[in-house]
C-alpha cells in the first residue's frame, strides 16, 4: 500500500509528466489558455491514461512478453491507443451525451499525445505490476491535470500583463514552464 | 532551372520559414526532454531525420494505394516501423546516447512533425519532393535541437560537444542542464526567432 502511495505522490508531484519528464507538451501549450478547457483536456487525458495503463501492461505481459515479441512495442502500443481511444469515444457518445460535450473534442487529439504512449512505455521500463500500473497512469494524468490547470490560471492573468511582443504565445508560455518546473524541482527530495 | 529553384526551396522552408520547433511548435517533447548536451540533441535530430525521410518516401510511393478512410493508421504503422528500426539500431551502435534518449526515441511515433508531413506533403506530392520536403524538415529539427543542446551545456557544464569552451572560473549554470533550463532556452529561441522573423519582413 505505501508503495502505491509513493508511485502516486511520485507521478504526480516529484516527477510530474509535464514539467519533469517534458510528456504532453503540445496540449500543455495549445490548451492552457482557458481554464474551463483545460480541465476537461485534463479529465480526458486522466481518463485515458488510466485505460491506457492497464491495457498496456495486459498486452505486454500476455502477448509480447508471452510470445517474445518485445520488439514490436511501440507498433502495438499505438495501434492499441489509437483504436481504444476511438472506442472510448464512440462509448461516452453513446451513454453520455454531457460528458461527451465536455470531453469530445479533446478525445481524438489524446491519441498523438506522446504522454499515453509514454504512459505505457514507462510502465514496462519500470516493470510495474498490474495494480501498480493503473496506479501510475491514473497519478500521471493527475499530474498533468494539475500542470496544464495551473498554466491556464497563470496564462489567464498572463493576458492583462505587458508581455513584449514577440514573447507573446509560445515563448512567455515556455518561460513561465521553466519558472514552474523551478517551483517543481523543490519537491525533488520529498521521495 | 526551375524545378531545381523548386527543389531547394522545398529543402530551404523546413530551415527557418517553417522550421518545425521555432516556427510551427511541433516535436516539443523531444526538443525540450533531450536536449541536455548538444551531442543528444543531435542524435535525436539524425534519428527524426533517419525516420521522417524514410517513412516520407515510403508514403509517397505508395500514396495512391492506400484509401483515404485509414490512412492515418497506415501512417503510423509505416513510421512506427522505422522508429522501431532506429530505435534497435541506436541500442545496438551507440547504447550510451540509447540510454540518454531513453524512451524518447520510441516516443518519436507520435511526433507531430512526422505525422503532419505525411499527412500534408509526403500523402500528396512525387517520392522526389517528398524526400527533399522531409530532409529539409528533419534537418532544420536537427539544427534547432542541436544549438538548443548546445547553449543549455555550454552555460550548464561550460562545454560543447563535451569540448572545454568556457574557462575554468566559470560557475556552471546548474539549472540549464536541468528541465527549468529546457524550457527558459526554448522559449528565449522562440522569441528570439519571432523577432528576427518580424525584422526581416519590414
Not at chain 1, 495503463?53 to 499505438?78: H, P
Not at chain 2, 539500431?89 to 534518449?101: G, N
Request: with cysteine; aromatic share 10%; net charge positive.
Amino acid at each position: 500500500m505505501a508503495n502505491l502511495v509513493i508511485i502516486f505522490l511520485s507521478a504526480v508531484i516529484v516527477n510530474n509528466y509535464v514539467l519533469v519528464n517534458f510528456l504532453g507538451i503540445c496540449p500543455f501549450v495549445g490548451v492552457s489558455k482557458k481554464l474551463g478547457p483545460a480541465i476537461s483536456m485534463g479529465m480526458a487525458t486522466t481518463f485515458v491514461m488510466t485505460l491506457t495503463a492497464a491495457v498496456a501492461w495486459l498486452i505486454n505481459r500476455y502477448i509480447l512478453e508471452g510470445l517474445n515479441l518485445q520488439f514490436l512495442q511501440t507498433v502495438s502500443f499505438i495501434l492499441v491507443i489509437a483504436s481504444l481511444v476511438q472506442l472510448v469515444e464512440m462509448f461516452i457518445k453513446k451513454v453520455s451525451k454531457p460528458l461527451y460535450d465536455a470531453l469530445g473534442i479533446f478525445l481524438p487529439l489524446i491519441t498523438t499525445n506522446c504522454a499515453i504512449l509514454g504512459i505505457a512505455l514507462f510502465l514496462v521500463l519500470k516493470e510495474y505490476n498490474f495494480i501498480e500500473s493503473i496506479i501510475f497512469g491514473f497519478s500521471a494524468g493527475v499530474g498533468f491535470t494539475l500542470a496544464i490547470v495551473i498554466m491556464a490560471g497563470i496564462r489567464e492573468e498572463l493576458e492583462l500583463a505587458d508581455v513584449p511582443e514577440y514573447f507573446k504565445g509560445a515563448p512567455i508560455t515556455m518561460i513561465v514552464a521553466g519558472c514552474l518546473a523551478l517551483a517543481f524541482m523543490g519537491f525533488s527530495g520529498l521521495i | 532551372m526551375a524545378t531545381k529553384t523548386g527543389y531547394s526551396k522545398e529543402f530551404i522552408k523546413g530551415l527557418w520559414d517553417e522550421n518545425p520547433v521555432l516556427r510551427m511548435l511541433l516535436g516539443l517533447c523531444p526538443a525540450l526532454a533531450v536536449t541536455n548536451s548538444a551531442i543528444n540533441g543531435f542524435s535525436m535530430g539524425l534519428a527524426v531525420v533517419f525516420t521522417l525521410v524514410l517513412s516520407s518516401t515510403i508514403i509517397s510511393l505508395a500514396r495512391n494505394i492506400i484509401p483515404k478512410e485509414v490512412r492515418i493508421p497506415t501512417f503510423i504503422i509505416v513510421i512506427a516501423t522505422f522508429v522501431t528500426i532506429a530505435d534497435k539500431m541506436l541500442a545496438a551502435y551507440v547504447p550510451d546516447i540509447s540510454k540518454a534518449l531513453g524512451p524518447f526515441v520510441p516516443l518519436i511515433v507520435v511526433n507531430c512533425i512526422i505525422l503532419g508531413r505525411q499527412e500534408a506533403f509526403a500523402s500528396k506530392n512525387p517520392v522526389g519532393r517528398s524526400i527533399i520536403d522531409a530532409l529539409g524538415m528533419s534537418v532544420g529539427f536537427t539544427i534547432t535541437l542541436t544549438i538548443l543542446g548546445a547553449i543549455r551545456e555550454l552555460l550548464g557544464v561550460g562545454t560543447i560537444f563535451a569540448v572545454q569552451i568556457m574557462p575554468q572560473s566559470f560557475e556552471p549554470w546548474m539549472v540549464m542542464v536541468l528541465q527549468p533550463g529546457a524550457f527558459l532556452t526554448l522559449g528565449l529561441m522562440i522569441g528570439i526567432s519571432n523577432w528576427l522573423n518580424a525584422r526581416r519582413a519590414k
